[in-house]
């Protein structure tokens, strides 16, 4: 028996996504007091490629990398693109108390044990940096490079600034999270209303956003955070990290424009990369951009 508190988005409400064929594959991770819960992910490509792991961030899932995919697998690769626990196909908590920062760094540590991930291309945007970039620096020898964009590793020791304030404060106090709107509104671009439905498919309602609610609120914002010691001992790992490591930030993100600097400047393996700053993107970059973000990580992960 599943926990009450527990949701499993309805097949049905995947039905006919735009551009996304991929069929499901499920692994089971440690709820706790919540039991066993589903985690979903696409697996595309040959299983014995090389590895190119895709985390996504607030408040969207895998979905966010259809455009990636195709031309990553065509190049001879396996993609692997999780959606975090409370997000797309995955199973959803219904308290957002439920949901922490260890956790969810937990969760996708078991994930990559599960499947037996090794010598992996890493790819993370918004949270799929703030956690992928904890696994890196707990775990350097499963990861061969790393790319980034429009992420950060906050310790809660610096300011998050005016618009993320503003961003948290809407993220709690709003009746109704519109979650298609906001990825649209942190485009460049523009999506159609197919594209805005698909963010919006993985919630049938408010319920379900609880995971989507929290992940503002996990971000560390003061040192007495919960998360600041962990994030100060990833960082003093990753001054320390000498495999490749790449930005490629957007030029319209307004609030994680810049954020790259102090990757380039802290992260040994950053040093002699092409960094390249993502033109009439937003903070979705994977909307804006995907091919070009697909075309950079294959000639990343080939380059010697």
């Not at 906050?154 to 304030?165: I, M, N, R, V, Y």
């Not at 994030?231 to 957007?250: D, I």
Request: a negative charge.
């Amino acid at each position: 028996m599943a926990h009450e508190k527990v949701l499993r988005t309805p097949e049905e409400r995947f039905a006919d996504l735009p551009d996304y064929p991929f069929q499901p594959h499920y692994e089971t991770v440690d709820g706790g007091e919540y039991g066993p819960l589903r985690m979903h992910y696409v697996d595309e490509g040959p299983k014995d490629g090389p590895v190119v792991l895709l985390l996504h961030g607030e408040p969207t899932w895998s979905f966010l990398y259809r455009k990636m995919i195709p031309p990553i697998t065509a190049a001879g690769m396996r993609v692997v693109a999780p959606d975090f626990i409370g997000f797309g196909k995955s199973d959803k908590i219904a308290e957002r108390g439920a949901y922490s920062y260890l956790a969810h760094v937990n969760w996708m540590k078991a994930f990559i044990d599960r499947l037996g991930l090794k010598a992996i291309t890493y790819f993370g945007q918004d949270w799929g940096g703030l956690i992928g970039l904890r696994l890196v620096a707990e775990a350097p020898d499963l990861f061969a490079r790393v790319m980034i964009g429009n992420t950060g590793l906050p310790t809660g020791d610096q300011d998050l600034g005016e618009a993320f304030k503003q961003w948290r404060e809407y993220s709690q106090t709003t009746p109704t999270f519109n979650i298609g709107g906001i990825v649209s509104r942190g485009t460049a671009r523009g999506m159609d209303e197919a594209v805005a439905a698909a963010y919006d498919a993985p919630y049938p309602s408010e319920e379900y956003k609880a995971g989507a609610r929290a992940f503002p609120m996990l971000v560390p914002a003061s040192p007495d955070d919960p998360a600041t010691a962990a994030q100060r001992a990833a960082w003093e790992s990753l001054r320390r990290f000498e495999k490749p490591f790449l930005t490629c930030f957007s030029d319209k993100d307004m609030i994680m424009r810049g954020g790259e600097k102090v990757f380039k400047k802290l992260i040994p393996g950053a040093a002699g990369e092409n960094h390249f700053i993502t033109e009439n993107a937003g903070h979705f970059l994977q909307e804006d951009a995907g091919p070009l973000l697909a075309e950079k990580l294959v000639s990343f992960a080939r380059k010697e």
